[in-house]
């Protein structure tokens, strides 16, 4: 099932995307006003593309109950059924996707356990906190156990315990075969969870793939790489013998070093021999553009 | 970390003042967002601002016509020219005395529309939109703050009563032969001002009371609306009962009028115990609203 | 600067700050704690709305239990709230004037002032448009503008970056980090994303159940011993890993060519490692001395005092 979704062409707030999704977790990324939300509601089948198509799971979601049975989605906005219990909550939107009643509360009380609500699954939700809230919303997005879980900004204003106890379960669906598709503002959070990203900016897809790989493809920004050494000066005149390095940089007072490079795989080729028969005393050495932030700004300007 | 921005911080040299009108900044800022949609205050100050001309034109003519007629009636029955134009001054003047009464009695209700919709919004929509975080925070107390939005509802009801008012009564001691209208019925001008700023008071106290408690502008607005009908539906189906001396009290309108009766009828009218007990009903009803402001505003306050 | 002994706050019988002493630096402190833990009861403490039921709080020496101080107190603060508090109808500009005119500035000087913090949070272009049209972005960037108005000593900062997208967080930060830097504003700075708190403080304080849980330099608090390391390398694995069994040195390997190590005798400097690398004709790609982040140390000193309670 690595065929995902497929879709071409001009949508709402979108613009002549084509890409393919796979399994695990995929982050969703972008500045706002990308388009995220919109192309989430797209995939969850709230909202129908103006132009061109759309699979989910091999199917077209608008409107379409039988897929709704196997996706579950986690909106952004903070709408609950302020009246109703979290159990009552979650049941019903389980029926929903047609189960009976028996079963729909068999599969909410699982699902609220997931998300460690079952001690306040019986009062109503209006006298939840914000990450009960969210953890509400999730449960009923997996209370019927879907192949494809899509969530946009479910960490948002959430506490770190809060914040921790959800990724892992993002986690922990992802290890169970789900596959989730989750859309942030914030990069650290996506990188805790998942190196696959989608990058949508001004309603374009930007890049897609793995975080590193990505970066790799951006070859209009040298790579950069960060040393600590005991003898910054003496690594930076050995480093400068070295034909890939095309500037270096050299902060003496905190014993730092910054190397540009084109070719990152050359370089530490050529670097591991030097560092080794030399003594600089290095105590660090890393990529200091290599993140999901520095893909992000180079990408987006 | 080297920083790129352009921006430039820099600090502040001088002193901040510690003047006991912290509330002055925000009245002005919150008077100069209620002016700037024109169309609510052309359609309310419009008509209070053509019944002011109408009625400037009306005491000019009272004195001029009156004068005129009743002075060539005095000279064809006889009596000698002076005294005759003396009596006629004096006749058109409690003419006018009497119109300036009047006018206040009319123009209240432009002040309770002014208030109600000028007022209603000041305190809910901070609260609505947690303003009241970002003065809160600052060194200003629930007295300043309240000091502003009072000062700003009472200055559009002011300029829907009050001043209009005063127009007329300059009006009519400018129009007197050597301002003769305001040292003989000065009383009237002193007693119509403080008859109009009991209506601005109260008013201004019930709206901001009501703002208070309302989740935004439009509940705080019927809300000010329906207390007032209320009280008076209440007050109408008491006197069906026969009982209606008593339960007017409850009633700020009536109060209010019952007050005028006394008020801009002197120095012929008595201080009755009915007067009285208007008293102290409108002040009960003005210490309620003050009452639930202080506690809404502490409420606000500490809820930063 | 900040200075807090045996703080004590009840509502009725529920104890918001339990008996809470910490005594603060100068410079950005970041506040953590989960939600419900005292941070807001703290603030209002801090701004002179809320009277501590005992103990005493002292900010830059004033103390918000004396009169006479309370509102000297909210003159040397700047507080950006959590929430969107901007007053619909009013343009960015008039809002932080008026703002700053209540603090005490002259009309003359708030109007400057307004203007040049609206410069510095790069609100340039909008500041004549009414705040309804206002971004969260530009909503944020305005609220850190009237914290400033008056060019507060001390600033209270809830959540700053809420919202924000990655440009708009980086810029929260990067004024954030000028400030305290560059112009000396001792900074207190609560947020749920401890990356930014990491990046933009010094200093932390650890809140919970009203009770501060730990307080320190994220410098030590995050620091690993000496010698540990994470390494990654490419190329024949096997045969580094038979260096490494070679020099005796203790590692783990985590797939894809990361190792955890330690080096002997807590060495500092990692010239070893390329030598066994190169010896076994690999490549290093990344060595960096272990540091937990602020993160991980932030939950594991919460599920610590947990586990003291229980």
């Given at each position: 099932?690595?065929?995902?979704?497929?879709w071409?062409?001009q949508?709402?707030g979108?613009?002549?995307?084509?890409?393919?999704?796979?399994?695990?977790?995929?982050?969703?990324?972008?500045?706002?006003g990308?388009g995220?939300?919109?192309?989430?509601?797209?995939?969850?089948?709230?909202?129908?593309?103006s132009r061109?198509?759309?699979?989910?799971?091999?199917?077209?979601?608008?409107?379409?109950?039988?897929?709704?049975?196997r996706?579950?989605?986690?909106?952004?906005?903070?709408?609950?059924?302020?009246?109703?219990?979290?159990?009552?909550?979650?049941?019903?939107?389980?029926?929903?996707?047609?189960?009976?009643?028996?079963d729909?509360?068999?599969?909410?009380?699982r699902?609220?356990?997931?998300?460690?609500?079952?001690?306040?699954?019986?009062?109503?939700?209006?006298?939840?906190?914000?990450?009960?809230?969210?953890?509400?919303?999730?449960?009923?997005?997996?209370?019927?156990k879907?192949?494809?879980?899509?969530?946009?900004?479910?960490?948002?204003?959430?506490?770190?315990?809060?914040?921790?106890?959800?990724?892992?379960?993002?986690?922990?669906?992802?290890?169970?075969?789900?596959?989730?598709?989750?859309?942030?503002h914030?990069?650290?959070?996506?990188?805790?969870?998942?190196?696959?990203?989608?990058?949508?900016?001004r309603?374009?897809?930007?890049?897609?793939?793995?975080?590193?790989?990505?970066?790799?493809?951006l070859?209009?920004?040298?790579?950069?790489?960060?040393?600590?050494a005991?003898?910054?000066?003496?690594?930076?005149?050995?480093?400068?013998?070295l034909?890939?390095?095309?500037?270096?940089?050299?902060?003496?007072?905190?014993?730092?070093?910054?190397v540009e490079?084109?070719?990152?795989?050359?370089?530490?080729?050529?670097?591991?021999?030097?560092?080794?028969?030399?003594?600089?005393?290095?105590?660090?050495?890393?990529c200091a553009?290599?993140?999901?932030e520095?893909?992000?700004?180079?990408?987006?300007? | 970390?080297?920083?790129?921005?352009?921006e430039?911080?820099?600090?502040?040299?001088?002193?901040?003042?510690?003047?006991?009108?912290r509330?002055?900044?925000?009245?002005?800022?919150?008077?100069?967002?209620?002016?700037?949609?024109?169309?609510?205050?052309?359609?309310?100050?419009?008509?209070?601002?053509i019944?002011?001309?109408?009625?400037?034109?009306?005491?000019y003519?009272?004195?001029?016509?009156?004068?005129?007629?009743?002075?060539?009636?005095?000279?064809?029955?006889?009596?000698?020219?002076?005294?005759?134009?003396?009596?006629?001054?004096?006749?058109?003047?409690?003419?006018?005395?009497?119109?300036i009464?009047?006018?206040?009695?009319?123009?209240?209700?432009f002040c309770?529309l002014?208030?109600?919709?000028?007022?209603?919004g000041?305190?809910?929509?901070?609260?609505?939109?947690n303003?009241?975080?970002?003065?809160?925070?600052?060194?200003?107390?629930?007295?300043?703050?309240?000091?502003?939005?009072?000062v700003?509802?009472?200055t559009?009801?002011?300029?829907?009563?009050?001043?209009?008012?005063?127009?007329?009564?300059?009006?009519?001691?400018?129009?007197?032969?050597?301002?003769?209208?305001?040292?003989?019925?000065?009383?009237?001008?002193v007693?119509?001002?403080?008859?109009?700023?009991?209506?601005?008071?109260?008013?201004s106290?019930?709206?901001l009371?009501i703002?208070?408690?309302?989740?935004k502008k439009?509940?705080?607005?019927?809300?000010?609306?329906?207390f007032?009908?209320m009280?008076?539906?209440f007050?109408?189906?008491?006197?069906?009962?026969?009982?209606?001396e008593?339960?007017?009290?409850?009633?700020?309108?009536?109060?209010?009028f019952?007050?005028?009766?006394?008020?801009?009828a002197r120095?012929?009218?008595?201080?009755?115990?009915?007067?009285?007990?208007?008293?102290?009903?409108?002040?009960?009803?003005?210490?309620?609203?003050?009452?639930?402001?202080?506690?809404?505003?502490?409420?606000m306050?500490?809820?930063? | 600067m900040?200075?807090?002994?045996?703080?004590?706050?009840?509502?009725g019988?529920?104890r918001?700050?339990?008996?809470?002493?910490?005594?603060?630096?100068?410079?950005?402190v970041?506040l953590?704690?989960?939600?419900g833990?005292?941070?807001?009861?703290?603030?209002?403490?801090?701004?002179?709305?809320?009277?501590?039921?005992?103990?005493?709080?002292?900010?830059?020496?004033?103390?918000p239990?004396?009169n006479?101080?309370?509102?000297?107190?909210?003159?040397?603060?700047?507080?950006?709230?959590?929430s969107?508090?901007?007053?619909?109808?009013r343009?960015?500009?008039?809002?932080?004037?008026?703002?700053?005119?209540i603090?005490?500035?002259?009309?003359?000087?708030a109007?400057?002032?307004a203007?040049?913090?609206?410069?510095?949070?790069?609100l340039?272009?909008?500041?004549?448009?009414?705040?309804?049209?206002?971004?969260?972005?530009?909503?944020?960037r305005?609220?850190?503008?009237?914290?400033?108005?008056?060019?507060?000593?001390?600033?209270?900062?809830?959540?700053?970056?809420?919202g924000?997208?990655?440009k708009?967080?980086?810029h929260?930060?990067e004024?954030?980090?000028?400030?305290?830097?560059?112009?000396?504003?001792?900074?207190?700075?609560?947020?749920?994303?401890?990356?930014d708190?990491?990046?933009?403080c010094?200093?932390?304080?650890v809140?919970?159940?009203?009770?501060?849980?730990?307080?320190?330099s994220?410098?030590e608090?995050?620091?690993?011993?000496?010698?540990?390391?994470?390494?990654?390398i490419s190329?024949d694995?096997?045969?580094?890993e038979?260096?490494?069994k070679?020099?005796?040195?203790?590692?783990?390997?985590?797939g894809g060519?990361?190792?955890?190590m330690s080096?002997?005798?807590?060495?500092?400097?990692?010239?070893?490692?390329?030598?066994?690398?190169?010896?076994?004709?690999c490549?290093?790609?990344s060595?960096?001395?272990v540091?937990?982040?602020?993160e991980?140390?932030f939950?594991?000193?919460?599920h610590?005092?947990?586990?003291?309670?229980?």
């Open positions: 099932m690595n065929d995902l979704g497929r071409y062409g949508v709402v979108l613009n002549d995307l084509s890409l393919e999704i796979g399994e695990g977790i995929t982050g969703l990324i972008g500045p706002n990308a995220k939300s919109t192309f989430l509601k797209l995939i969850a089948g709230e909202i129908r593309p061109g198509s759309l699979r989910v799971l091999g199917e077209v979601p608008f409107a379409n109950r039988a897929l709704f049975a996706l579950g989605f986690c909106p952004q906005q903070d709408a609950l059924y302020e009246r109703m219990t979290g159990m009552q909550f979650v049941s019903f939107l389980v029926r929903l996707s047609g189960y009976s009643q028996a729909a509360m068999k599969l909410a009380g699902a609220l356990e997931r998300v460690d609500l079952m001690e306040a699954a019986h009062r109503p939700t209006r006298t939840y906190s914000k990450g009960m809230r969210q953890r509400v919303k999730l449960a009923q997005a997996i209370a019927h879907p192949e494809l879980l899509v969530v946009d900004e479910p960490l948002t204003g959430l506490d770190p315990i809060a914040r921790e106890s959800l990724t892992s379960l993002f986690k922990e669906l992802a290890s169970e075969g789900t596959s989730i598709l989750l859309s942030s914030v990069l650290h959070e996506v990188e805790s969870m998942t190196n696959e990203i989608v990058l949508l900016h309603g374009r897809l930007l890049a897609q793939g793995e975080v590193r790989e990505v970066r790799d493809l070859s209009r920004h040298p790579r950069r790489i960060e040393f600590s005991r003898s910054p000066r003496k690594l930076a005149g050995a480093l400068m013998e034909e890939l390095v095309s500037s270096i940089q050299v902060s003496a007072e905190d014993s730092r070093l910054l490079t084109s070719d990152a795989g050359g370089f530490f080729r050529a670097l591991t021999p030097v560092v080794a028969s030399g003594d600089f005393g290095v105590t660090s050495m890393e553009d290599e993140d999901l520095s893909v992000f700004d180079y990408l987006v300007t | 970390m080297a920083t790129t921005h352009t430039v911080y820099r600090g502040f040299k001088g002193q901040l003042s510690a003047h006991p009108f509330w002055l900044p925000l009245f002005l800022s919150e008077f100069a967002v209620a002016t700037r949609k024109k169309l609510p205050l052309l359609l309310l100050y419009g008509p209070v601002a019944a002011t001309i109408v009625a400037m034109v009306m005491v003519l009272t004195y001029i016509v009156e004068g005129v007629g009743d002075s060539t009636e005095s000279i064809r029955s006889g009596t000698d020219v002076a005294s005759a134009f003396a009596l006629a001054a004096v006749q058109s003047m409690l003419e006018v005395r009497v119109f009464t009047q006018f206040y009695d009319r123009m209240s209700i309770l002014a208030a109600t919709w000028f007022g209603s000041l305190i809910c929509e901070d609260r609505r939109v303003a009241h975080l970002l003065y809160f925070s600052r060194p200003l107390n629930r007295l300043h703050y309240f000091l502003g939005k009072f700003t509802v009472g559009f009801a002011a300029f829907a009563m009050l001043v209009p008012g005063l127009i007329i009564c300059l009006m009519a001691v400018v129009n007197s032969e050597d301002y003769a209208f305001l040292k003989e019925q000065g009383d009237v001008i007693y119509s001002t403080l008859y109009a700023l009991l209506w601005i008071v109260s008013t106290s019930f709206v009371a703002s208070s408690l309302a989740p439009l509940f705080a607005l019927v809300g000010v609306f329906g007032y009908m009280s008076e539906m007050v109408e189906v008491a006197r069906e009962m026969g009982k209606a008593f339960f007017q009290y409850f009633s700020p309108g009536g109060n209010l019952a007050i005028a009766d006394w008020m801009l120095p012929g009218a008595e201080f009755t115990d009915q007067v009285m007990y208007s008293f102290v009903g409108l002040g009960a009803m003005v210490g309620g609203a003050l009452f639930v402001l202080a506690r809404r505003l502490k409420r306050e500490l809820s930063v | 900040l200075s807090l002994q045996n703080l004590e706050v009840l509502f019988t529920v918001a700050l339990d008996r809470l002493s910490v005594e603060v630096p100068h410079g950005s970041g953590l704690g989960p939600n833990a005292g941070k807001t009861t703290l603030i209002k403490v801090l701004l002179g709305l809320l009277a501590p039921t005992s103990g005493s709080a002292q900010l830059a020496g004033l103390d239990r004396r006479a101080d309370k509102l000297q107190l909210r003159r040397i603060v700047g507080y950006m709230p959590e969107d508090c901007l007053i619909p109808g343009t960015g500009i008039e809002l932080v004037a008026t703002l700053g005119r603090t005490g500035l002259s009309n003359a000087d109007m400057t002032r203007h040049e913090m609206l410069d510095y949070v790069g340039e272009d909008q500041r004549y448009r009414s705040l309804d049209q206002y971004s969260t972005g530009m909503k944020q305005l609220k850190l503008a009237q914290a400033l108005v008056h060019d507060p000593l001390f600033l209270l900062l809830d959540e700053p970056t809420n924000l997208d990655p708009g967080r980086r929260m930060l004024l954030i980090e000028d400030l305290g830097a560059t112009h000396g504003k001792n900074i207190l700075l609560c947020s749920h994303l401890l990356p708190v990491e990046k933009t010094d200093h932390v304080v809140i919970q159940h009203g009770r501060v849980i730990e307080s320190g994220i410098e608090l995050t620091r690993a011993e000496d010698g540990e390391l994470n390494v990654e190329g694995t096997a045969a580094f038979a260096e490494l070679a020099a005796s040195l203790v590692f783990d390997s985590r060519g990361h190792y955890g080096l002997a005798g807590g060495q500092a400097d990692a010239d070893s490692v390329f030598a066994l690398a190169h010896r076994s004709h490549d290093v790609l060595v960096e001395p540091r937990s982040s602020l991980q140390v939950l594991s000193v919460l610590e005092a947990e586990g003291e309670k229980d």
